[in-house]
């Protein structure tokens, strides 16, 4: 896609709009925008501090190279997972395998279970981006939260924050 789905906050984004590269957003627009992104199964991505959300990037495993590094080497380190898992309903799921095509990181699969075929996640190296559920025509797959991560507190100057 053409589209860019990536946003700015802050002096940044007040920058980018004032020199015609962007455009201000409400905050209906941004979820439309952030909704838009993961239908076209682009991950969420900010910086992991508590203050400063100076953006948001909308990436994909192909280009991306912390993603890729995640999906084509199982490397674990190469984003902070977030606080969610998505949990299937296996009973409700029709294994139309929407979620296997887009999960980014290619942690999915169709398999063999304790009761027969059904959609297997490989959670060591799923971070739990939420493509899956967003994109499931079934609306079988939900996002369960099994962490309490804090962000680190971010330095100030950083991202225009006054020092």
């Not at 789905?5 to 920058?15: D, K, L, R």
């Not at 941004?30 to 909308?58: D, P, R, Y």
């Not at 606080?83 to 990181?105: A, K, Q």
Request: glycine share 10%; proline share 4%.
């Amino acid at each position: 896609t053409s589209e860019n789905f990536c946003a700015q906050a802050g002096p940044v984004a007040e920058h980018m709009i004032a020199s015609g590269v962007g455009k201000k957003l409400n905050f209906d627009e941004m979820m439309a925008l952030m909704k838009k992104a993961a239908e076209a199964g682009l991950v969420h991505s900010t910086m992991n501090m508590q203050n400063a959300a100076g953006f948001i990037w909308n990436c994909c495993s192909c280009c991306c190279g912390q993603l890729q590094a995640i999906k084509d080497f199982k490397y674990k380190g190469g984003a902070a997972k977030t606080n969610f898992e998505p949990m299937i309903n296996h009973d409700d799921c029709g294994l139309c395998e929407t979620c296997v095509d887009m999960c980014p990181i290619e942690v999915m699969s169709l398999g063999e279970g304790d009761t027969g075929e059904r959609i297997m996640i490989n959670r060591d190296f799923c971070i739990g981006c939420g493509v899956c559920a967003v994109n499931c025509p079934q609306e079988v797959i939900a996002l369960n939260k099994i962490n309490n991560h804090i962000p680190v507190e971010s330095r100030p100057g950083l991202f225009g924050e006054p020092a």
